[in-house]
């Protein structure tokens, strides 16, 4: 599939957190991501590799969102408790 940069802006939830799944589509290896994904808490990027998921407590940035390779499809999962889905850009 070759290299697909796309990008999320930083946001954050104000009254709740968030947690954030990156799973690769290998049935005879979970952990292995598919690809190369950057992503941003709290103004520190972390390059993700293998699936795992992301606990973002409420009020912390996150976001800018970049997938930098894609080999295989990767699903992405958020999850959180809230009556409506909002967000804030950072101020």
């Known amino acids: 599939m070759g290299s697909i940069p796309r990008s ?3 946001h954050l939830h104000h009254d709740h957190g968030e947690i954030v799944g990156f799973i690769g ?3 005879d290896d979970p952990s292995e991501l598919g690809g190369e994904i950057d992503f941003i808490v709290d103004g520190e990027k972390m390059t993700i590799t293998k699936t795992c998921f992301i606990h973002i407590p409420a009020g912390v940035k996150h976001g ?3 997938f930098r390779k894609i ?6 999962i958020a999850m959180s408790r809230m009556d409506k889905y909002a967000s804030d850009p950072p101020t």
């Open 64 to 66: 800018g969102l970049c």
């Open 71 to 76: 080999d295989k499809p990767i699903f992405q």
């Open 25 to 27: 589509s290998n049935p």
């Open 8 to 10: 999320h802006p930083e």
